[in-house]
T-cell receptor
Framework: DTGVSQNPRHKITKRGQNVTFRCDPI?????LYWYRQTLGQGPEFLTY????????KSRLLSDRFSAERPKGSFSTLEIQRTEQGDSAMYLC???????????????FGSGTRLTVV | AQSVAQPEDQVNVAEGNPLTVKCTYS??????LFWYVQYPNRGLQFLLK??????LVKGSYGFEAEFNKSQTSFHLKKPSALVSDSALYFC????????????FGAGTRPAVHP
């Protein structure tokens, strides 16, 4: 399978617990994005990695959220002290460059659905 | 501010009839526009995009979209809808702020009935 893989697919956790999600992008893709999708809404940007460097973080990414991409390969998104408002689908996407003249876009994973009870 | 609007949460269409899903955008500079489809409990699948060139863009599964600069619209169309087209469709525009992140609309769900 050469797509974007996300694990776990579903996570139910109690409020206050920490959770970690993993994303394995397409191997040759150097760009990796995390998005959050709540019910009835489109995905919202959380953070972006180019190789191992985290180049942008949305203000949606509070200090309870941290993301890493060691060695520019897989990425993890950790949420500490989860709150009920964190319940959402967390989507990972990867891409090659999308500069002018190129025609590559994102490939999304199937997402991790987090439920905080 | 950059934004994408999908004015309809749901559209009803009979199978075999034309399907249109509306999208308008607001962005500085030339827009890079996308349509994605999402099936239940799945990630988003790319349908088509407009970067430059012909205003009519053809994509996957028989879908096409028409870019209209004067109306700042990028409506998704399919000549003959199928029941299997009942999914969630998202319009998106590339954020001019860099890094190619996308700004998505809230989504539209066609209800295609036999």
């Amino acid at each position: 399978d050469t797509g974007v893989s996300q694990n776990p697919r579903h996570k139910i956790t109690k409020r206050g617990q920490n959770v970690t999600f993993r994303c394995d992008p397409i191997s040759e893709h150097n760009r990796l994005y995390w998005y959050r999708q709540t019910l009835g809404q489109g995905p919202e940007f959380l953070t972006y990695f180019q190789n191992e460097a985290q180049l942008e973080k949305s203000r949606l990414l509070s200090d309870r959220f941290s993301a890493e991409r060691p060695k520019g390969s897989f990425s993890t998104l950790e949420i500490q002290r989860t709150e009920q408002g964190d319940s959402a689908m967390y989507l990972c996407a990867s891409s090659l460059g999308l500069d002018r003249g190129t025609r590559y876009g994102y490939t999304f994973g199937s997402g991790t659905r987090l439920t905080v009870v | 501010a950059q934004s994408v609007a999908q004015p309809e949460d749901q559209v009803n269409v009979a199978e075999g009839n034309p399907l249109t899903v509306k999208c308008t955008y607001s962005v500085s500079g030339n827009p890079y526009l996308f349509w994605y489809v999402q099936y239940p409990n799945r990630g988003l699948q790319f349908l088509l995009k407009y970067i430059t060139g012909d205003n009519l863009v053809k994509g996957s599964y028989g879908f096409e979209a028409e870019f209209n600069k004067s109306q700042t619209s990028f409506h998704l169309k399919k000549p003959s809808a199928l029941v299997s087209d009942s999914a969630l469709y998202f319009c998106a525009v590339r954020d001019a702020g860099g890094y190619n992140k996308l700004i998505f609309g809230a989504g539209t769900r066609p209800a295609v009935h036999p």
